[in-house]
């Protein structure tokens, strides 16, 4: 049987992985958009997170077995569409992930000086669509609307002390750019309290260890909290527990800056605030600051919802990052989509009406969750696909010619895809590049660039 995954992050490494371990005859080809694998690993987790990265060992040995193939610098649904790669396979399985982010929705969302986070760990990660961004890190504040693990990801890259940075694999111009800028304050914003945050106790605790910036936590935040966190989940409880126990300290800096020292960078929660707009400056240029409306919350735990309160207040600020979530997009009209809550409808992986067809990752769940969640659903998916094989579901009778019929199709539109061999190529040119600064890479930004060092 031939199987194809669109989309070669962890969603579509896993489950290609999945169906190749236990299932001796099937061949699994991967489809990417861009002429280099991995997704997220490369373009979403942090410069300065590399061991989150190691994952891609695991997928460089499935994408090397002699089962697997990968064809990057092809688009589904352009290049070529999903009932043509029905007709080539036996199984399809979607893994395409959230291409896409969410908006605000407010008034001045759109000036500059505003960013969707998605962007700009893009900017400072590789991603070819975002290396034209130029964030204006001219201002001493910045603001970030949410509170999830990517909110502080983006708040320890704007406060980290460049020589941390300069041994990662961050892009050389955002660490040009982030040498140069002269943000020292950085506001974490959410619509809710401090039970309801989504970030982590590992991502927490490193912000709060960061070298020379300081965490400015309101004691008066957190009253009460002890007795509301005794029935909460263990990770919940500690992670509440660690954030009340940096509230009531006294920081070390503050007798320092008694002494006259320079102040310290500086970073901090902010709850129960909801963006109303951002405001323009005077000559309507550019972001000033932020109105949020309060909130009190109804309800409690995870389901607490925010209601305003009629009150508002304005934070003065030059940078808006918004990290209120990513959003899949409908790849290909012959899949169907659920736009209201952006995903595919499927039931354990398999899509709603259309046998054969399969989904992974965040877009069949949404997206939410770190790698380790994606590679459970990933399995998930394989599974169901495994047992319709099994159970004859899966008419496998009819030979299908796979990458065969589809490498016509590629070649009568002009697209010329990348080999795994290629992308080692490139990597290895990264590699090379990056030892001289002392990088593990310097990573090509170009796709241009990209193709011409495998001779495209």
């Known amino acids: 049987p031939g199987a194809c995954v669109v989309g070669s992050g962890p969603a579509g490494f896993y489950t290609a992985q999945h169906i190749l371990k236990h299932h001796g005859g099937a061949l699994v080809d991967i489809y990417e958009k861009l002429p280099v694998p991995f997704g997220l690993v490369r373009f979403g987790v942090a410069p300065d997170h590399p061991e989150v990265k190691n994952v891609t060992n695991t997928f460089t040995q499935t994408a090397r077995s002699g089962r697997c193939g990968f064809y990057g610098n092809v688009t589904v649904g352009r290049d070529v569409t999903v009932p043509e790669l029905r007709q080539a396979y036996h199984a399809v399985v979607l893994s395409y992930g959230a291409e896409d982010n969410r908006v605000l929705g407010i008034p001045g969302e759109n000036l500059p000086g505003v960013y969707s986070a998605r962007a700009f760990v893009g900017w400072y990660n590789g991603l070819p669509e975002n290396q034209d961004l130029k964030p204006d890190l001219s201002c001493e504040t910045a603001l970030i609307l949410g509170h999830g693990n990517v909110a502080l990801d983006i708040a320890r890259i704007l406060l980290s002390p460049l020589q941390l940075l300069r041994k990662t694999d961050i ?8 040498a140069c800028s002269k943000v020292k304050r950085v506001w974490l914003v959410g619509r809710r309290g401090p039970l309801q945050v989504a970030f982590t106790i590992k991502e927490l605790r490193e912000m709060i260890n960061l070298p020379g910036a300081r965490a400015v936590l309101d004691p008066d935040d957190f009253t009460g909290l002890e007795s509301a966190v005794k029935d909460a989940s263990r990770p919940r409880k500690r992670l509440t527990e660690l954030m009340i126990k940096t509230a009531l300290e006294k920081p070390v800096e503050m007798q320092a800056a008694a002494a006259g020292a320079a102040a310290p960078r500086e970073w901090g929660l902010k709850f129960q605030r909801s963006p109303q707009e951002v405001l323009p400056s005077a000559d309507g240029r550019r972001a000033r600051g932020v109105r949020m409306a309060l909130t009190r919350l109804e309800g409690s735990g995870d389901s607490a919802k925010a209601i305003p309160t009629g009150d508002v207040e304005e934070l003065e600020c030059g940078l808006v990052l918004s990290s209120i979530g990513y959003r899949s997009l409908p790849l290909d009209p012959a899949v169907p989509f659920d736009s209201q809550r952006g995903v595919i409808p499927n039931s354990s992986g398999r899509v709603e009406g259309v046998p054969g067809l399969y989904c992974s990752g965040w ?92 001779g495209h």
């Open 171 to 178: 892009t050389d111009s955002s660490l040009a750019a982030l």
């Open 363 to 454: 877009v069949k769940r949404g997206p939410t969750g770190v790698i380790i969640t994606t590679m459970n659903d990933s399995f998930d998916t394989a599974q169901s696909l495994l047992e319709d094989l099994q159970g004859g579901v899966l008419d496998i009778a009819p030979s299908r010619e796979g990458f065969g019929l589809v490498e016509n199709i590629l070649h009568s539109r002009g697209v010329r895809p990348v080999s795994f061999s290629d992308w080692e190529k490139i990597d290895a040119a990264e590699v090379a590049r990056g030892k001289a600064a002392g990088k593990p890479r310097e990573k090509i930004v170009d796709p241009a660039e990209m193709l011409r060092i495998i």
